[in-house]
């Protein structure tokens, strides 16, 4: 075998590793979503699984798969922060960010539960605030006021921030 046959099949099989790491990372993120989804708690899917708890709290937060996504990813703290301050919690992304399918001149959907109801106002304030962060049209939604025809597709596809 020549040194470049022999680069060559080092180079493909790296390849093949990556490929298979990523699509193991995703089969083991998807499982963990899936069994908080079912509403099975972190512990018992932690046992089921044989991983410890923190790593599966890991594994249910959003990481981007996207350059948008891993911004959103980086701003994470400041973006809690602000909407913490502003009664909300239980942040999560939707949409074509937390699906991977975003594209330049998207914008981020968050998903967010306030502890008391929220003007229009507010919600502006925040929205503008949190465009501020990430750099993009970002759009804050009370999970409150979900439309019905909407309320079961954003939540099945949020994912925490």
Not at 2 to 24: F, G, K, P
Not at 91 to 114: A, M, Q, W, Y
Not at 130 to 141: K, L, Q, T
Request: no cysteine.
């Amino acid at each position: 075998m020549s040194e470049a046959q022999a680069l060559m099949r080092i180079h493909n099989e790296a390849l093949v590793a990556d490929e298979m790491h990523e699509r193991s990372r995703k089969m083991l993120v998807d499982s963990v979503r899936f069994g908080a989804a079912a509403g099975l708690t972190q512990r018992q899917i932690s046992q089921a699984m044989g991983r410890s708890q923190p790593e599966i709290s890991r594994l249910l937060r959003f990481h981007g798969q996207t350059p948008l996504g891993r911004l959103l990813e980086s701003k994470r703290r400041p973006l809690l922060k602000l909407l913490a301050s502003a009664g909300g919690k239980n942040v999560r992304v939707f949409g074509s960010v937390s699906r991977g399918e975003d594209k330049p001149g998207s914008d981020v959907d968050l998903l967010i539960d306030f502890i008391a109801p929220v003007s229009l106002f507010t919600l502006s304030r925040l929205e503008a605030a949190a465009e501020s962060i990430v750099g993009v049209s970002v759009d804050v939604v009370p999970s409150a006021t979900l439309r019905t025809n909407v309320a079961e597709n954003a939540r099945a596809e949020a994912v925490p921030l």
